[in-house]
């Protein structure tokens, strides 16, 4: 993997997970506390960041570093799906775990239920 697809795929990244929280690129400039044009290059890939800018920008857009450097074949994946399941309900309090468990109990009958008719 070259340098250049890296930055692609970081720049992707920022720019999606942004997007999905309805923020500009001045917004999460605001956010890091950097200029709007940075940002803006970070996303061109103009610009490739310090690791310790990358874990800023990842701490504001709330989401693990590891998350920005991965394509969208490893994050679309099954394996990292159940990974990420795994670890959220790893690092949950009993009171979140009580509210997951019906929910995913009640899903994973319900699939049971369907493939079973088949």
Partial sequence: ???AN??????????????SKG??????????????TYI????SCKKLPTFYMISRIAEALEVDIYELLLNDEKLNSSDYKKKKIINIVKESSSAAVNIYYPVIN???????????RR
């Fill in 106 to 116: 009640t899903l994973y009958k319900e699939r049971r239920k369907s493939r079973n």
């Fill in 6 to 19: 890296d930055s692609s795929i970081l720049a992707n990244r920022i720019r999606t997970i942004r997007n």
């Fill in 40 to 43: 803006s290059r970070i996303e």
């Fill in 1 to 3: 993997m070259s340098i």
């Fill in 23 to 36: 923020w500009t690129q001045l917004r999460l400039a605001e956010e890091v506390n950097v200029h709007p």
